[in-house]
């Protein structure tokens, strides 16, 4: 608690420094505000002489992702303050893409923030976010070759096309250096594990006509497991039931048989901590390691990226250039030890001819018995690469410039996931000696074999890996050109014009052997795939109105055809730049913005998985028992779902809307603020289960015309257990979803920032900068004429409700050093039962120039050590995905240049 009180005093310090500077005009220098010269800024086309356009653009530039304690590109859009999205991380636990990063800009998801290398779009991550939407893997782009990052924050669709609806990241790399940089980066976390490191080199050279640029990357990281962290290495450590690793139930009367004696037998697993479990059902064997000593809470990685550029110029006018940049990465985790219940993918229980009793016989493996956690880790092999070739120049002498490009893009992951073999049923149960009556199995087990651990040697023979390959892929052709029309009395027309032509694809392969009974447990793993084209024209113009007022339109035409179908999309944009004063821009923009349907969404196969929780709510009904007090209300984990894919899905519609002002009273100083309003209909959703579970509640119990076609729908998705089955009769055992165009989600607030540059004299020169970001409203709607719900109230929704940074970077000399600090809004509690409070985490480094070529610096984030923790849902005992259980962490670095 101490840690997280002197973490929020550095936060208080901070922001009464920047209100003290914002009000203290006097100190500022009073240097004119200047302009730039003729630049290039995300979400426009049209080179412009201000950087700051008529809508908000954030700029991080590569020294920033080193100064400010940045480990890698998605760690520093990760803590930018417009990403106010949940999500889950490579370090998240148990996702469908652990080997994968995504931002959520606004929070509107993954899939609505289009993600540009050069300006141009890459591959998707080959295997779905959530199991459900598209996005692009922000977890190995090298930050070495990082020229600056800009987020445009507004919806571009009139310049970029589909799914620019909350943002546009552009990665901007180096296009050009003199020399080679080596730099060797090594570090570690003060509480132990994940020791890392990193070599990059880089540089480039010209050779008369030619340019070029290259960079490696090469870094390792060690894995942190959940024992590694004493607050979390036990599931009992708040006085929670053990975790079950053995159990013999009567599935007929629901009491558990031979207990103590199995517990007796296998006391020395899990570390001597597995014991028995004293329930009103009889003993079973329980220890509180049997998660954490499986659970890794970051991942291990290795990657390598290679990166190589080149611009040749043929004439005066003309400029060939080309870039490639190619990525290895390796990931591994561990999210949970095997485990096995008997007939576990059909009945769950057989009939024992032993005793004449329907059994049901669950076993959760200890480390010591298969050989340590390592041998049931999941690895990820993936392969990235992206190719631009193209043209550039004058068109002759007509003042216009061009560009022609092409551009391809590709994806691979392959998944290595341990998987327990289809005959470990025989293994404890014996042959099968036929089925009864109901056409349940029966054996004749040796109940003595089943209570005795296991070797390394005889597991081994009860597993084996599954391999399945995911890929995708995307290509573009393009030729753009901007110049002026004409002249109007206050200035030029400028203009841009674009004509695209792209295709993409992706192919899911699971291992064949799944589907064949080779694996236990496991089914429905089918292949997908499936590809699109899109052709687009745009046009852009810049217009100014009056010597103080320019105007900003856009327009463009996408057509996608897929699945033998055709959808066409016309977005708009508009925008003025209103300078009543040099050093004061008032600016406004609307836009329309489209997404395309996931890839996904369309073409999915049915895919096996389950909800976190559910709530039964036509048992609780049926039972008579109130949600409060229901023992089938909130259930963790939920019931299993199959979703699959949606070919008549029609595109997302969104249109948002700003208003905001920059003031720039000198060079050394400028601020801005901004509203932001976003809007998406015809929103792609899956079917909500809770909603569903509502409805045939409603239906069972003559509430609604069970005959009507919403109600017999709602049964028909939701597949019971019969009513006389020996285990949980009536039990919910699988809801059936797809996805749909039904939902609206509207979000709006502000951003505001700051920027100040004073020199101190001898003491050094400063730079202050501050950045905070408040949603103001977030809601959504599941169908029309459903009640708006407002996610910022929501005990379910972990958005960031406002967010703020501010750095003060100081330089004197060969010393550089830079402090920040970042504070996060109050999320709820991981069992929705309240608020945690805000927190503050602060990052700061030291650098020195040895000599002219030589430079060594100090690297520590979270230098207070701090650890939100939350016991309010049990184990883990931290707010996953929202904050880090990692501790602080410190790096050493070495940079010299070779001229």
């Known amino acids: 608690m101490q840690k997280s009180r002197t973490a929020g005093c550095a936060f208080r310090l901070s922001a009464i420094t920047v209100a003290l500077l914002a009000a203290s005009q006097t100190s500022f220098a009073d240097d004119p505000a200047t302009d730039l010269g003729q630049v290039t800024v995300t979400g426009s086309r049209i080179p412009r002489a201000q950087k700051e356009g008529p809508t908000s653009v954030t700029v991080i530039t590569g020294e920033q992702l080193e100064q400010e304690g940045y480990r890698n590109v998605f760690d520093a859009l990760n803590q930018q303050t417009q990403n106010t999205g949940f999500t889950q991380g490579a370090d998240y636990g148990n996702t469908f893409t652990p080997a994968a990063n995504a931002i959520n800009l606004r929070g509107l998801g993954p899939n609505h923030t289009l993600v540009l290398i050069n300006g141009r ?54 296009h ?82 031979d207990g103590s004696t199995a517990c007796g037998n296998l006391s020395g697993l899990f570390g001597g901590t597995n014991v028995p479990v004293n329930s009103k059902s009889g003993v079973y064997c329980g220890s509180g390691k049997a998660q954490p000593d499986y659970w890794t809470v970051q991942t291990a990685n290795q990657s390598e990226n290679l990166y190589g550029g080149f611009d040749y110029r043929l004439t005066d006018s003309t400029t060939l250039f080309g870039n490639v940049m190619l990525g290895w990465n390796h990931t591994t985790n561990n999210t949970r030890g095997p485990s096995w219940t008997s007939l576990g993918a059909t009945s769950g229980y057989f009939l024992n001819q032993n005793t004449g009793d329907y059994e049901s016989w669950t076993r959760r493996f200890a480390p010591e018995e298969i050989g340590g956690t390592s041998a049931f880790d999941k690895d990820w092999h993936d392969t990235a690469g992206n190719i631009t070739v193209g043209v550039r120049g004058s068109l002759f002498d007509t003042g216009w410039n061009y560009e022609a490009a092409y551009n391809a893009s590709g994806y691979k992951s392959v998944a290595d996931v341990p998987r327990l073999y289809a005959g470990i049923d025989s293994y404890f149960l014996g042959p099968q000696l036929g089925t009864d009556s109901d056409g349940i199995p029966i054996y004749a087990p040796d109940a003595s074999r089943f209570a005795q651990p296991l070797t390394a040697s005889q597991f081994a023979s009860l597993y084996g890996q599954t391999e399945s390959t995911n890929t995708s892929w995307t290509q573009t052709a393009s030729f753009s050109a901007n110049g002026k029309l004409f002249d109007l009395p206050a200035g030029p027309v400028k203009s841009a014009g674009l004509l695209e032509w792209g295709s993409q694809g992706f192919t ?115 039972a008579g028992q109130t949600l409060g007090n229901c023992d089938y209300a909130n259930v963790s984990p939920g019931a299993n779902y199959v979703q699959t894919g949606n070919k008549d899905l029609k595109p997302e519609n969104g249109r948002s ?13 400028d601020v801005s603020a901004d509203y932001w309003h976003i809007r998406i209909d015809d929103e792609v959703t899956n079917i909500d289960a809770d909603a569903l579970l509502r409805t045939e509640s409603d239906c069972r119990l003559g509430l609604k015309d069970i005959n009507s076609s919403q109600c017999q729908d709602a049964i028909s998705r939701v597949i019971r257990n019969p009513d006389n089955a020996v285990l949980d009769p009536g039990a919910i055992n699988t809801i059936l979803v797809n996805p749909i165009n039904a939902a609206m989600e509207e979000t709006a607030g502000y951003d505001l920032t700051g920027k100040y540059r004073w020199r101190a004299g001898a003491v050094g020169n400063f730079l202050l900068t501050a950045t905070y970001t408040k949603v103001l409203v977030h809601k959504s709607q599941q169908f029309k004429g459903d009640e708006v719900e407002d996610l910022t109230k929501a005990m379910d929704n972990y958005d960031w409700p406002d967010k703020f940074m501010t750095s003060l970077t100081w330089n004197r000399g060969d010393w550089t050093s830079t402090v920040q600090v970042e504070r996060y809004g109050k999320i709820p509690n991981q069992a929705g039962t309240g608020y945690l409070t805000p927190t503050a985490l602060a990052n700061w480094s030291l650098g020195y120039q040895v000599s002219k070529n030589a430079s060594l610096s100090l690297i520590v984030n979270n230098v207070f050590n701090t650890i939100k923790e939350d016991d309010s849902a049990g184990w883990p005992y931290y707010a996953v995905g929202s904050y880090s259980p990692i501790g602080r962490e410190g790096w050493l670095a070495f940079n010299y240049h070779f001229d």
């Not at 996408?558 to 730049?577: H, M, R, V």
């Open 121 to 174: 779009r890459v591959a998707d991550y080959p295997v779905a976010y959530d199991g459900t939407v598209n996005f692009v893997n922000l977890a190995n782009i090298p930050s070495a070759l990082v020229d600056r990052i800009e987020i445009l924050n507004a919806g571009a669709s009139a310049i970029y096309g589909s799914d620019a609806i909350a943002g546009v990241v552009n990665i901007i790399l180096k």
């Open 176 to 257: 050009h250096a003199d020399g080679v940089d080596v730099n060797v980066k090594a570090g570690s976390t003060s509480r132990g594990g994940g020791d890392n490191g990193r070599v990059q080199i880089s540089g480039g050279k010209d050779f008369g006509d030619l340019s070029t640029v290259f960079g490696l990357e090469i870094s390792k990281t060690r894995s942190i497991a959940a024992q590694d962290r004493d607050f979390m290495s036990s599931s009992t450590l708040e006085g929670e039931t053990p975790t079950k690793t053995w159990s013999r139930l009567d599935a007929t009367t629901g009491q558990y048989l």
């Open 508 to 622: 899911n392969k699971p291992d064949a052997r799944i589907n064949e009974g080779v694996f236990y447990n496991l089914s429905g793993a089918d292949p997908a795939s499936g590809n699109r084209t899109r052709y687009a024209a745009a046009l852009e113009l810049n217009i100014p109105i009056v010597k103080s007022l320019d105007a900003t339109l856009a327009g463009r035409y996408d057509d996608y055809s897929f699945a033998g179908q055709s959808d066409s999309k016309l977005t708009w944009n508009a925008a003025l730049e209103y300078r009543p004063l040099k050093e004061l821009l008032v600016r406004g923009n609307y836009a329309t913005s489209f997404r395309a349907p996931d890839m996904n969404y369309i073409f999915q196969s049915p895919t096996k998985g389950y909800y976190a929780s559910t709530t039964d709510y036509y048992r609780c009904n049926a």
């Open 657 to 669: 809307w700003g208003l905001g002002f920059v003031w720039s009273p000198t060079s050394s100083f």
